[in-house]
């Protein structure tokens, strides 16, 4: 009987040292000096999710909306262009063309090509000739003033054209009875947004006499990609960043996000990496998933990751993880029982935000039948040793 149990102790010593030199990759630990971790764990509260929390979240989302860029309009109607540097101007008095601007069939690009004006509207970048004024159009200058005839130089930058007509008919008084002048903008090249990101087309936007707002930004960029996140529209203004939802403008007609860009604005279209959701646990695929219009609920989350496994969740154990981003020592976690009759309501109510994390949890009997998975190949093992040392 001894010489049984010494065999059997050899042989189970045998099995455990073979598991160091067994082939495959392994990680060597010998060298590595774990921290203990002496500090209490920590609880976390779980708040079931119900009827009146599902309610409780809607109220919530309706009241809590970002905050609005401050704006120099409160909508299109007050917009107004003002002239300023770079700008192209063209200046014409009636009944005398020497003063006027020529009405050519072509436009300097500054290059050794021409254009049409209508060409030059429609391409607000092209370089203007050297000097302040161009035969084509006055240029306005650093310093912000324009060179004209009889009236010298005339400032002209921070005035409508309206303003800038006024002040030249005034000027041109003493050597002109009653004279007739228009002025009007050739080419916007002073003033002009930044949109970036994921858009067909991302670069810089003139701003001209038409206000400007996201949307005709994201349309004039081509539109967005299939990958863009337009419930987070990211506005950096004065050095200060704003999220904007433009979804809730088109699918849900909120107006306010719509908002009136200026000169100096840089509007980003993000991916949908800040807006993924992880699914893992006992479902039949772990995976991850983005909102789709901003919106995903507990039952999307599921149905994309396949469902449950029949055989190892637990349906009382459906987790929801939130806020680990921004404050991972205080999360908020919820918690949904499949099992109750309105379950099913519930889950397909409950609104998941990004980086949430929805995990189900393992039944008991799955877990007592891993751990006889593990352990019965060495009771095996030592049962066939057992049987060859008789």
Known sequence: MRKLNLMTAL???????????????????SNLKEEQNNQPQ???????????????????????????????????????????????????????????TPQGSTFSSG???????????????????????????????????????????????GKTPGQLRDQLASGLGPYIKNPQVDVRVLAYRSQKVQVTGDVKTPGPLAMSDVPLTLVDAIT??????????INRVRLTRNGKLYVLDANALLDGGDTTQNVVLQDGDIVNIPDRN???????GEVKTPTQTTLVR???????ALTTAGGILDTDANPRQIFVMRGMKDN????????LDMT??????????????????????????????RVLQQVLPTIQTVFYLKQLTR
């Open 11 to 29: 042989a189970l010593s045998a099995f455990v040292a073979a598991c160091s030199t067994a082939p495959g990759n392994y990680l060597d630990t």
């Open 42 to 100: 920590k609880q976390y509260d779980v708040h079931l999710i119900t009827s009146q929390l599902v309610m409780d979240q809607a109220q919530a989302a309706m009241s809590q909306k970002a905050p609005l860029p401050p704006s120099k309009y409160a909508n299109t109607a007050d917009y107004t262009y003002h002239i300023a540097p770079q700008d192209i101007l063209g200046v014409t008095v009636y009944d005398h063309p020497e003063l006027s």
């Open 111 to 157: 290059g050794n090509t021409t254009q049409t004006v209508g060409q030059a509207l429609t391409q607000p970048y092209t370089n203007a000739l050297p000097g302040e004024a161009d035969p084509y159009g006055q240029t306005v200058a650093k310093d912000g003033t324009i060179y004209f005839p009889f009236v010298g130089r005339v400032k002209a930058a």
């Open 220 to 229: 004039r960029s081509g539109g967005t990609t299939d990958g863009a996140d």
């Open 274 to 280: 800040d807006s993924r959701v992880f699914v893992m």
């Open 294 to 300: 901003g919106k995903l609920t507990i039952a999307d």
């Open 328 to 335: 991972p020592t205080q999360p908020e976690i919820y918690r």
């Open 340 to 369: 109750k009759p309105d379950a099913i309501m519930l889950s397909s109510q409950f609104q998941l935000k990004p980086l949430d994390v929805v995990y189900v949890g393992t039944a008991a009997s799955a877990t007592f039948n």
